[in-house]
Nanobody
């Protein structure tokens, strides 16, 4: 079994930055380094959307909506994936989720609110 736990969310002003962390634990994550890790977000009344992924080789991919502002990275020694978010906009307000699809695992989600 496995668990993903997000941290680092909160309230930030437009133009500000936040860095989210997601720690993976449990036996299924003994091969964490082999998993593609993803960050999703879901705003009220909207569908959940992918905002970043990083594959086992460390190669990232982003949708146009966050490209150039968000950076995903991973530390395989600590079973952790990060999402650094810069130049935040009110439209970035959402609950952010960490996902390991190959492990069938989702985090519980963490709120990010961008507001003045």
């Amino acid at each position: 079994q496995g668990q993903l736990v997000e941290s680092g969310g909160g309230l930030v002003q437009p133009g500000g930055s936040l860095k989210l962390s997601c720690v993976a634990s449990g036996s299924i994550f003994s091969i964490f380094r082999l998993y593609t890790m993803r960050w999703y977000r879901q705003a009220p009344g909207k569908q959940r959307e992918l905002v970043a992924l990083i594959d086992s080789a460390g190669d990232p991919n982003y949708p146009d909506s966050v490209k150039g502002r968000f950076t995903i990275s991973r530390d395989n020694a600590k079973n952790t994936v990060f999402l650094e978010m810069n130049s935040l906009k009110p439209d970035d307000t959402a609950v952010y989720y960490c996902n390991a699809a190959q492990a069938g695992s989702w985090g519980q989600g963490i709120q990010v609110t961008v507001s003045s």
